[in-house]
């Protein structure tokens, strides 16, 4: 199965999300490989810092956005799951990040100016499903806050693009900065109240990968 973790905005938390749900199903025993399509390529970067102790997770860097698809099909042969670690542009790797996902997952934070963004990423969205009519999408809220009477709102806000929203969030956390340079996830950290945040957001896309058939 593979999933794009996509939005035109960057800091919203792409690799974040991409690294700790790769993590995720990798404790289970998933195949993972992450496809890391942004020219920083930190995902790379943190695959090179992990133990060798830790569960083996795959990073593959395609940078041309000609070559995704076919790189991604045969990276797809050979594992239970891809994770696209998708580059914030307006440019045709975006395009082709979404054209080659099964579920595209699009991170944002609660705040106006990232949901006033989201009008630019929708038109993008709307024009690749010129292409390929069925593609599932969800909103996932990172750096939430309960205390924050515009993060509660949040979900009002989103609900006029008119796609789901996953139930879980991830809170501001140091622990999500903090793995991003050891080569953990945070559920091989020492935050509990992060772990159990990734374990969440695990459980909710694989349930979404059986409805879909891919389970």
Not at 10 to 27: D, E, M, R, W, Y
Request: hydrophobic share 40%; charged share 25%.
């Amino acid at each position: 199965m593979k999933i794009g973790i996509s939005n035109l905005k960057g800091g919203v938390g792409k690799t974040t999300i991409s690294q700790n749900l790769a993590v995720g199903l990798a404790h289970i025993g998933y195949k993972v490989c992450i496809v890391d399509t942004d020219r920083n390529q930190n995902s790379i970067a943190w695959v090179g810092e992990r133990d060798n102790d830790l569960p083996n997770i795959l990073a593959v860097g395609i940078t041309d956005p000609k070559a995704l698809n076919k790189m991604i099909d045969q990276l797809d042969a050979d594992h239970d799951f891809i994770i696209i670690d998708g580059t914030p542009s307006l440019g045709e790797m975006t395009t082709r990040v979404i054209l080659a996902s099964d579920l595209l997952l699009i991170p944002i934070l609660p705040s106006g100016h990232d949901i006033r963004s989201m009008q630019l990423f929708f038109e993008r969205y709307e024009q690749a499903k010129e292409f390929k009519e069925d593609i599932p999408a969800y909103f996932f809220i990172n750096q939430y806050s309960e205390n924050i009477k515009l993060h509660q709102s949040t979900k009002e806000l989103l609900g006029d693009f008119g796609i789901g929203m996953l139930e879980t969030k991830f809170n501001r956390r140091v622990a999500y900065a903090e793995t991003s340079i050891t080569g953990q996830g945070v559920y091989e950290y020492n935050d509990e109240k992060a772990k159990a945040e990734v374990v969440s957001l695990t459980k909710e896309v694989l349930e979404i990968a059986s409805q879909l058939g891919f389970l």
